[in-house]
């Protein structure tokens, strides 16, 4: 999948769930229940951002870190 493609997959399921995390919440129904999903659609976009330099540095892998030439 093109870069491109999957950038743009990834604003439709963000924004889709926006629009009906908002419908629900202006409706009066936000119950944890129906939260719960949403927001685990949400952490799960954040976490599809991390490259993979922030996610070794995150394991604590140096080899993979840029290296400061003087």
């Given at each position: 999948?093109?870069?491109?493609?999957?950038?743009?997959?990834?604003?439709?399921?963000?924004?889709?769930?926006?629009?009906?995390?908002?419908?629900?919440?202006?409706?009066?129904?936000?119950?944890?229940?129906?939260?719960?999903?949403?927001?685990?659609?949400?952490?799960?976009?954040?976490?599809?951002?991390?490259?993979?330099?922030?996610?070794?540095?995150v394991?604590?892998?140096?080899?993979?870190?840029?290296?400061?030439?003087?």
């Open positions: 999948m093109s870069r491109g493609v999957s950038r743009a997959l990834r604003l439709l399921v963000l924004g889709i769930n926006l629009l009906v995390l908002a419908w629900i919440t202006w409706s009066g129904e936000l119950t944890p229940q129906l939260a719960l999903p949403f927001l685990l659609i949400f952490l799960g976009i954040a976490l599809w951002r991390i490259p993979s330099a922030g996610k070794a540095f394991e604590g892998r140096k080899d993979s870190l840029p290296r400061r030439e003087d």
